[in-house]
Nanobody, 120 residues
């Protein structure tokens, strides 16, 4: 069974930086893609960045140029580097692995989330 655990959240001031990490355990061979999502109070969870097996990346418009998603070679770790943070980046950041399911289909595995708070 695959589990993912986030770390690295915290409180920073506007303009600061944070590096989030996500560690996956279990059978994570050949994930389809990995992503970071976030949810601000009162808002729906939104996709922040995604990285596909093979290295292609996607960023939501609001973080382009400020965020970098990456993985290790084994794809058991996913990182999100966020720079020039803004108060609107505040929220709980969730790591997600999308993996093929034995016998067909896919599974989305979510972590518990890590809080990021950006103060003005």
């Amino acid at each position: 069974q695959v589990q993912v655990v986030e770390s690295g959240g915290g409180a920073v001031q506007t303009g600061g930086s944070l590096s989030l990490s996500c560690a996956a355990s279990g059978n994570v061979a050949e994930p389809i893609h990995m992503a970071w999502h976030r949810q601000a109070p009162g808002n729906q969870r939104e996709l922040v960045a995604r990285i596909f097996s093979g290295g292609a990346t996607y960023y939501t418009e609001s973080v382009k140029g400020r965020a970098t998603i990456s993985t290790n070679d084994a794809e058991t770790m996913v990182y999100l580097q966020m720079n020039r943070l803004k108060p609107e980046d505040t929220g709980v950041y969730y790591c997600q692995y999308t993996i093929p399911r034995a016998g067909g289909g896919i599974d989305h595995i979510w972590g518990q989330g890590t809080q990021v708070t950006v103060s003005a």
